[in-house]
């Protein structure tokens, strides 16, 4: 489609002057670019629209060899319009991963920290509160990934029609069900690739559950979870993420996690399988 470039960089430009223009307008009295969010933040999604950085030991990973896998994320969430049950949001993710290992090119050879890769996401969402504490979301995003230039270089990445029929490059929709019972939020999520052109298999199904809101006294710095993602794609093959921490005030956490499955970033998500054990610190995306 012709068109699409366009579209896509349209997308773009309003999304970034409604983040400029928001600190401006926002007022927490009126629904407008107000600083809310209904939907809970789904702290072990790995993909989540949140900032974070995680320095994550290697376990297992034969294709890509990393001893040390760093992801770092700069991800918002910002309200477009609030009123009660209601909410329209812009979201959007920049998310890095850098890697540590031993190069062995002639002209790179030693020990070196490169950037694998680099994947935007940007996006509306609109949730709805069916009651107190269960909420339904609506969203549709774009999702573009782009291998780093140290890695293209360092494995001489020069394949014909590698960007042809890029399978990580798409836009979906999804619903999602986030609802608490006792000390759990638990939440489901049902995703579709929506792109007509695209090699990928289109359904995500997602779900996990998060300790993040105790309120004994001693435990209320507790926060724990587990986040379960499968892909059409890698024939429904796991991918979880789960870990425990600590909160650090009211918008920042410190948590130790364990990731096993296909690596949940970069053009390589349906293809290389891995597994480490991360510390990361990780902030409150709401702008």
């Known amino acids: 489609m012709p068109h699409r ?8 430009i309003i999304a970034s002057a409604l983040i400029t223009v928001s600190p401006v307008l926002a007022d927490e009295n009126k629904p407008w670019f107000s600083s809310k969010k209904l939907f809970p933040t789904l702290v072990f999604n790995p993909m989540e ?25 700069i991800g918002f969430h910002k309200a477009i319009y609030s009123k009660g049950k209601y909410s329209l949001a812009l979201n959007g993710l920049i998310h890095s991963q850098f890697g540590w290992r031993e190069e062995t090119l ?17 996006g509306l969402e609109f949730t709805y509160r069916i009651k107190d504490d269960m909420f339904l979301r609506f969203s549709g995003a774009h999702r573009s990934t782009h291998l780093g230039d140290d890695y293209i270089l360092l494995n001489e990445v020069r394949p014909s029609g590698y960007w042809k029929n890029d399978p990580s490059n798409y836009e979906y929709a999804d619903i999602s069900l986030s ?7 638990f939440y489901e999520r049902i995703g579709f690739v929506t792109r007509l052109e695209t090699v990928r298999k289109r359904l995500e199904l997602q779900a996990g559950f998060q300790i993040d809101d105790l309120q004994k006294d001693h435990w209320k710095w507790l926060v724990a979870g587990m986040d379960v993602r499968v892909l059409q794609a ?4 796991p991918g979880v993420n789960a870990g425990f921490g600590a909160k650090l005030g009211k918008k920042a956490k410190i948590l130790a996690t364990y990731y096993r499955g296909f690596v949940p970033y970069s053009r390589f998500d349906t293809t290389h399988k891995t597994s480490w054990l991360g510390l990361g610190l990780y902030f409150d995306g709401v702008i």
């Open 234 to 237: 890698t024939n429904f093959y």
């Open 179 to 185: 609802h608490k019972y006792s000390i759990f939020t």
């Open 106 to 122: 002639s002209a790179y050879s030693g020990y070196k920290r490169s950037l694998f890769n680099i994947d935007f996401i940007y």
């Open 49 to 73: 629209t949140q900032v974070s950085g995680i320095i994550g030991v290697t376990l297992t990973d034969d294709q890509l060899s990393y001893d040390l896998f760093c992801p770092v994320a």
């Open 5 to 12: 470039p366009i579209i896509t960089k349209g997308c773009f």
